[in-house]
């Protein structure tokens, strides 16, 4: 391995995955990881790798008292650092009043209304068209 002057090389030594629940591993995209950590605050991406380390589509019922105890802040913290992911657009309400949350890796874009042409047709055509672009 080429190193340039006073660069430090790190080898990397993880704990064996076993069966125990402790002991087990997690996946996370890479650029998803990076685009989190600089656009979060450091509460808020504790609160990230909390709910991104289960796996894909897999649905669990938050709970406050266990998120609190492994991401370490306050009750208040908690909720600001919610709100956060929300407007960040990492935790998206899955329907309008709905108590039930999906959590994204990557920030979900709010999907832009869509620009609706319509042309109406001379009387003695029956129907008007709409085009959407």
Request: net charge neutral; aromatic share 12%; hydrophobic share 30%.
């Amino acid at each position: 391995m080429e190193t340039v002057a006073n660069q430090r090389t790190i080898t990397t030594k993880k704990e064996p995955c076993g069966k125990k629940a402790a002991e087990h591993f997690t996946a996370i995209n890479l650029n998803a990881l990076e685009i989190a950590m600089s656009s979060l605050t450091p509460n808020a991406f504790k609160m990230w790798v909390y709910l991104g380390k289960n796996q894909n589509n897999y649905t669990f019922a938050l709970s406050k008292v266990d998120t609190l105890k492994w991401c370490g802040f306050s009750k208040n913290t908690y909720t600001t650092v919610f709100k956060e992911l929300e407007n960040k657009g990492f935790l998206v309400r899955a329907k309008e009043n709905s108590n039930h949350y999906d959590f994204y890796e990557l920030p979900k874009e709010e999907e832009e209304e869509q620009p609706t042409i319509t042309i109406h047709k001379t009387s003695n055509e029956q129907q008007d068209k709409q085009f959407v672009f």
